[in-house]
């Protein structure tokens, strides 16, 4: 059974994130191809594992020193917990602020980075959580992905393959992760990205120190 929030959004726990490769390479494709702004949403979300609502309300002046100058880390007070983070910009997410930010006729620091082309009912041009759920979840549909995603398949996708890809060669990553996501337990980590036992079995089977 499939819960939904009052704003019509899935709950966190149904929506699950791209585990395959191969599908979040043909997601980034497809996005790149279509519209680079959505794409620069997704690349941004999965690598720096903000929530969607704080990763819409960022604006240039957050993540740039100046017009010319991007940061390499910049700290935000998250809307949900109000806790002050700081949040450290891999090349991928840099790249693809770039190239959109090249891409626009219109640039200010002031600006929302992620605009919309209406404005909400506080005159601004930002693109809100609902519109980014519906991006995510059409674009999935599109490409034949099984599953049910939205924007928190985001968050969940870069602290899976975050996981995955590191425990490994850091067997502490799961506790990193947990502060990161600012989670309660590890058990909780897992269940949000959706890390079942066999795939804990592989990874430990292939870990053998």
């Not at 059974?1 to 390479?25: H, Q």
């Not at 604006?59 to 002050?84: G, L, P």
């Not at 450290?88 to 929302?112: I, R, T, V, W």
Request: proline letters at 1%.
């Amino acid at each position: 059974m499939s819960y939904v929030k009052s704003d019509g959004i899935p709950k966190a726990e149904t929506v699950l994130p791209i585990k395959r490769k191969s599908d979040l390479k043909k997601v980034k494709m497809y996005l790149k191809a279509t519209n680079i702004r959505n794409y620069t949403i997704f690349t941004v979300g999965i690598n720096v594992l903000l929530r969607a609502g704080d990763l819409l309300n960022l604006k240039w002046s957050d993540v740039m020193e100046n017009e010319n100058q991007f940061k390499d880390r910049f700290t935000i007070a998250e809307d949900k917990t109000d806790k002050r983070r700081t949040v450290k910009m891999n090349s991928s997410a840099l790249e693809a602020l770039k190239e959109y930010k090249e891409s626009l006729k219109e640039f200010h620091l002031d600006q929302f980075i992620f605009q919309s082309r209406k404005k909400n009912k506080n005159g601004e041009r930002k693109l809100d959580v609902k519109a980014l759920h519906r991006i995510v979840k059409e674009t999935c549909k599109n490409l034949g992905l099984k599953g049910n995603y939205g924007t928190h398949t985001l968050r969940k996708t870069g602290a899976y393959h975050m996981y995955v890809n590191g425990i490994a060669q850091n067997p502490m990553i799961l506790a990193k992760l947990q502060r990161m996501l600012n989670h309660s337990s590890s058990s909780v980590t897992l269940r949000y990205i959706g890390i079942e036992q066999q795939e804990i079995d592989d990874i430990y089977d292939e870990l053998n120190l």
